[in-house]
Nanobody, 123 residues
Framework: QVQLAESGGGLVQAGDTLRLSCAAA????????MGWFRQAPGKEREFVAA???????TYLDSVQGRFTISRDNAKNTVYLQMNSLKPEDTAVYYC?????????????????WGQGTQVTVSS
């Protein structure tokens, strides 16, 4: 049974940093692409960042240069380092497992999701 557990969210001020973690269990983590999505109140869930099995990454344009996704296969954990946070980054952030090893930017290409962690950025 695949389980994902996010942590690291919180309330911060604009310009601050946060690092989200997502610990995975029940899968061959090193062989799977991983992703982060977010959902703000009243909005659809949107792609934020993804990393494939080899460590190649891709990002939503609005977070490029501010956010960094990384993975530690020894710890079965994927991270999202968020710098220079803005109020528009406020959302519930979810990690998810890809259906295969590649980079995926569409929610339909992910099959397991964490419970989410709240990130709130005040101005």
């Amino acid at each position: 049974q695949v389980q994902l557990a996010e942590s690291g969210g919180g309330l911060v001020q604009a310009g601050d940093t946060l690092r989200l973690s997502c610990a995975a269990a029940g899968l061959t983590f090193s062989a799977i692409g991983m992703g982060w999505f977010r959902q703000a109140p009243g909005k659809e869930r949107e792609f934020v960042a993804a990393i494939n099995w080899a460590g190649t990454t891709t990002y939503l344009d609005s977070v490029q240069g501010r956010f960094t996704i990384s993975r530690d296969n020894a710890k079965n954990t994927v991270y999202l380092q968020m710098n220079s946070l803005k109020p528009e980054d406020t959302a519930v952030y979810y990690c998810a497992t890809g259906r295969g090893p590649r980079l995926y930017t569409q929610a339909r290409d992910y099959n397991y999701w964490g419970q989410g962690t709240q990130v709130t950025v005040s101005s």
